[in-house]
């Protein structure tokens, strides 16, 4: 590789990938913003992502296995608490399945996983596998999509609430509370990237784990549009909308 | 496999392994417990068991990483918690380079690993792989270890007390906080082997996990001893002892 990167432009760089690359700019997305989702289709994308939420523990403990500094898992420890809550009943896992009721499905049927595209299951253990087998920098640089976060639930809020009849505070309470979450685990995971990556080879594999999990996430809504928008071939044993039996 | 061990049998020779084979046995415990080991023997034994304890959380967020229902992740991240502290300045890690700089070592030479046994190393970091690789229930199972250490922690606070001067509530925090915490975590772990060990062979599973487990342990001491009580060959690059220079 080449020289090092200054920090405003490595920094520069893994913004534009959010700018190029994120899941906000999928037409999935575009289409669950405009309203133009039907019900089975929005009941797929919650069904779905939801293994992405609780997946996400399983990732940061995974993470958490490998980090040796008790002041990096200190900070860490607090994504896991906010996805499995302090106690029962909470937690951003928990205020999933309440949107995942909130939209119609069965909160058993959501947590059997028996209804997920194959595809949506390759992505997020790929996910998972990756931040426990690559190197910790580029395991913290994956969770950086966190950056564009909050700008696509913001959007995401408005939308939903002008856009569909589900929508309201309790239902929608998952992003919500990842307005206040995802800035500040960003802000220690961009600082870690920042400070870690000290060589041009390690920036690059910081990059390129960013575009990684850009991948991860823009996969999962490709299965979600080929399935269930167009051409609407649903794969063998998974979920079947209502309007589709 | 024959059949399945009713739950009371398989609890005694869970509790039977402990009896046989916990490291509570071994001479060197004997010896420390005695007010047998010079001030360098000490050392030597706080700077290795040191290692062993700064890998309990990975070892746990190992465990974690694939543990997949979030109550289950809720009781286990206590461990977590207890081991690296809520803050900076706390938990268990912290008591142990308490007791460390108790003894007369260099905080920040023990952290930085450098004069630890292979041995030790190569035990902690076998259990570790262990619990990260193996099913969930051998590695709960490996924890179980915990049932016996609450009596050794008693014996060994009083003994202590009694034989080295280093010794008084602030660096003897670390067994003190764990006769509160081990009882707790073992229940939980004690409950979930007993229920999640269905079959005969996973029955003989989880013995085996606690076997291993109790061969960590073991392993440990007996490094310590040959390299500083008896023949006492020093490895190349370990610690040497003030009164061995």
Redesign the interface.
Known sequence: MTELLQSGEFERRLRQIGEERYHSRHPFHQRLHEGKLNKGQVQAWVLNRFYYQ?SI???D????????D??F??EW?NR??D??????GE?G?ERWLILAEGVGLDRGYVQSLSGLLPATRFAVDAY?RFV?ERSLLEAVASSLTELFAPDLHKTRIAALLENYDFANDRTLAYFKKRLDQAPRDVRFGLNYVMSEARTRDQQEAALAAVRFKTDVLWAQLDALYFAYVEPGFIPPGAFVPDDRR
């Open positions: 609780r523990p399983l990732k403990a995974g993470l958490m296995s490998r980090a040796e008790p002041a898992r200190r420890i896991i608490i996805h499995d809550g302090p106690a029962g937690g896992i998972v426990r």
